[in-house]
């Protein structure tokens, strides 16, 4: 069965720092990975994606993503942590099992970065 | 600008009622889906529909019921027989689910009077 693992519930940073969220996935086939980012009372806004490729994608807000297929891992990175990055963060990757229209999303790690 | 639209933003409902969800779009895509929110457990399907007159249960499908009449719109029915409706409920629509990302609306908050 496809998952998704987001192994940390809260992730604390100073501003400036580099950050990092880590999701780690379980697939048959080959992964198709996103990341999403959620801030309170909204819906979620997609950031980045790895079908095929570079193994390191950039997406939306200066984040970065590392596709690792020996460590079956998905892990959200950025340089220098803003104070407006903090919000919840979703790993998510595309169902190859029952229906490929259906998309797992890993229970999310909540970003918090001190001024 | 395109979208997706959902709404009330927040509901409430009374024992024993149905009440319904609105989610419209109008960025021409052709699966929508629903999920639930609940605090630390992210998200669950609870229906999706890949086209027009077609839709398929997700996880959590018992207590809920969903339409597909039109290409924009995919309401939501909560029933009195989802005997935990308290959640924050998520609409989201794809152009392709094979390898393109979802769009989100920004929720509808259920909560139980």
């Known amino acids: 069965a496809q998952s998704v693992a987001q192994p940390e519930d809260q992730v604390n940073v100073a501003e400036g720092n580099p950050l990092t969220v880590k999701c780690t996935y379980s697939?048959?086939?080959?992964?198709?990975l996103f990341w999403y980012v959620q801030y309170p009372n909204r819906g979620l806004q997609f950031l980045l994606k790895?079908?095929?490729?570079?193994?390191l994608v950039k997406g939306s807000y200066g984040f970065e993503a590392e596709f690792n297929k020996s460590q079956t891992s998905f892990h959200l990175k950025k340089p220098s942590a803003l104070v407006s990055d903090s919000a919840l963060y979703f790993c998510a990757v595309r169902d190859l099992g029952s229906s490929a229209s259906k998309i797992i999303f890993g229970s999310g790690t909540r970003l918090s970065i001190r001024p | 600008d395109g979208g997706i639209t959902q709404s009330p933003k927040y509901l409430f409902r009374k024992e024993g009622q149905n009440v319904t969800l609105s989610c419209e779009q109008n960025?021409?895509?052709?699966?929508m889906y629903w999920y639930r929110q609940d605090p630390g457990q992210g998200l669950r399907l609870i229906y999706y529909?890949?086209?027009?007159?077609?839709?398929q249960k997700g996880d959590i499908a018992e207590g809920y019921s969903v339409s597909r009449e039109k290409k924009e719109s995919f309401p939501l029915t909560v029933t009195s027989a989802q005997k935990n409706p308290t959640a924050f409920y998520l609409c989201?629509?794809?152009?392709?689910?094979?390898?393109?990302?979802?769009?989100f609306g920004d929720g509808t908050r259920l909560s139980i009077l």
């Open positions: 529909s890949q086209i027009v007159n077609d839709f």
């Open positions: 960025l021409n895509h052709d699966a």
């Open positions: 989201a629509s794809t152009l392709d689910p094979s390898n393109q990302p979802q769009h």
């Open positions: 790895y079908i095929t490729g570079d193994n």
């Open positions: 697939v048959s086939g080959n992964p198709y």
